[in-house]
């Protein structure tokens, strides 16, 4: 570079500039073959992303070009191969691009190749998507694939990077695998969480720790306590109401739309208790547009869940904690929004405003008399901030009892004609609602019998299907 173009540099930054100089720590962690292994063996992760690719080789990867941003161990990349693709750029910044070579090299050997159809077929990319000199080098391609997922969908801010290769290097008509991606919000009732988390803080109530009075560090304790989601599986009758979900279509969503966003909260609440937070999870579709497609071909359509009703991943599920749990009754309604925004750790920080409304004062209230009321309602509103990289862990959960709890064992209330209604004679029983069950279901992507896709999911959302 010149010195006028580095004074040019300079003066006018680029846009990925904030990209191209994260933290190396970030790049440490998923050179590590263990780390790798760890998101191979997640089952639902690896078998949702080999299906979505192999059930497209004739439609969609058959002769094209295919990039594969932030390969890792080269999986996705090695499917693509099985596909039928032409060619493939992995494009991987950490040291996992180096080990990858070698499994690439071992395919190359005469007499004694391992993986012989990925010879020749796959070039590794050892850089960031966002280096400049990737413009100049890699050609555009048909269809970019890459697991870009954190969790909640959005944290790791990976998905930035696959919206920065879509507009730099996807042919016009071309596919993004996945294709879109759902958060979902819920609230949810869990005394045992939130007096875990209350009582990590009052150690910090102490007058006379070994001497020292140790009540000063308690109100920057209870704050990062309560700021801090909790990871982990759930039990899904934790749930007291339906999730709102925030869709993001990776075909058209744009850099500065995945920095700063707000998700509207409208929840009605199932049962009468106390809510001690926000449950969150995600869907990811992989649905091909018809533009993609080779002529006279037909794509197939795999969906994949992370909620609580569907089978365990390594993402798992995430609970954001209210300092002060609200009390709500069945058939109130919760309003208002979370909003979510970029900082400097990879990750995002979720400002939450909602406040408990009657059924019939939610039918009329508009947007402004919604605003007046979370400043003034003080005892039916909560305020939270949570720092989504600021991740603790939660193993209690380890799978729903063979006989079903009662709500009420959860300190949670059915309405009175609700639960006189569980003892109406079987025929005339409305159909369950339970968090828990499972409808499956079957849909047809293609001519061929052997290309339909069984899935599941919850009764209480069926737009969240399970792979």
């Known amino acids: 570079m010149s010195k006028e173009s580095s004074r040019e540099a300079e003066a006018n930054p680029r846009e990925d500039d904030e990209v191209l100089h994260r933290d190396p720590s970030y790049f440490q962690y998923y050179s590590q073959l263990q780390h790798q292994q760890n998101m191979l063996q997640d089952y639902v992760r690896t078998s949702s992303y080999h299906s979505a690719i192999t059930l497209n080789g004739a439609a969609l990867f058959r002769d094209r070009i295919v990039m594969d941003v932030g390969a890792g161990s080269g999986i996705l990349s090695f499917f693509a191969a099985q596909a039928g693709a032409k060619h493939v750029h992995a494009v991987e910044a950490s040291g996992m691009a180096n080990k990858m070579k070698v499994i690439l090299e071992a395919a190359k050997r005469k007499n004694a190749a391992r993986n012989a159809y990925l010879a020749d077929r796959i070039t590794v990319v050892g850089s960031k998507i966002e280096d400049p000199r990737l413009l100049e080098s890699t050609p555009k391609v048909d269809v970019i694939i890459s697991e870009p997922?954190?969790?909640?969908?959005?944290?790791?801010?990976?998905?930035?990077?696959?919206?920065?290769?879509?507009?730099?290097?996807?042919?016009?008509?071309?596919?993004?695998?996945?294709?879109?991606?759902?958060?979902?919000?819920?609230?949810?009732?869990?005394?045992?969480?939130?007096?875990?988390?209350?009582?990590k803080a009052r150690f910090w109530q102490q007058d006379s720790f070994y001497g020292v009075d140790l009540n000063p560090y308690f109100a920057p304790a209870f704050d990062e306590f309560f700021s801090a989601p909790v990871v982990g599986c759930f039990s899904p009758t934790t749930l007291i109401g339906d999730s709102v979900q925030c869709e993001v279509d990776f075909h058209t969503v744009t850099l500065a739309g995945l920095k700063e966003f707000v998700i509207p909260i409208d929840w009605q609440i199932k049962y009468t208790g106390l809510m001690h937070g926000v449950a969150g999870w995600f869907d990811l579709a992989f649905v091909p547009p018809a533009s993609s497609l080779h002529p006279g071909t037909k794509s197939s359509t795999v969906y994949m869940s992370t909620s609580p009703s569907s089978p365990a991943t390594h993402w798992q599920q995430v609970r954001l904690l209210l300092k002060q749990p609200l009390a709500v009754n069945a058939g109130q309604v919760i309003r208002g929004q979370v909003s979510m925004k970029v900082n400097d750790q990879r990750s995002y920080d979720m400002e939450a405003r909602i406040i408990a409304l009657d059924e019939e004062e939610a039918a009329t209230l508009t947007e402004e008399g919604l605003s007046l009321l979370l400043d003034s309602q003080k005892s039916r509103t909560r305020s939270a901030l949570w720092y989504l990289h600021e991740q603790t862990y939660n193993y209690a959960y380890t799978g729903e009892p063979l006989e079903p709890a009662k709500p009420e064992n959860a300190n949670l209330y059915l309405p009175v004609e609700s639960l006189l209604a569980e003892s109406i004679a079987p025929a005339q029983r409305l159909p369950s609602t339970s968090h828990a069950s499972l409808v499956s279901s079957v849909h047809g992507v293609a001519d061929s019998l052997t290309d339909f896709i069984v899935t599941s999911s919850s009764n209480q959302d069926p737009n969240a299907m399970q792979y």
Request: hydrophobic fraction near 45%; charge should be negative; proline fraction near 6%.
């Open 149 to 199: 997922i954190g969790v909640l969908l959005v944290h790791e801010r990976m998905l930035e990077s696959f919206v920065y290769a879509r507009d730099k290097f996807l042919r016009p008509g071309g596919a993004m695998l996945p294709s879109s991606g759902t958060i979902h919000l819920a609230p949810f009732s869990d005394a045992a969480l939130w007096n875990e988390t209350i009582t």
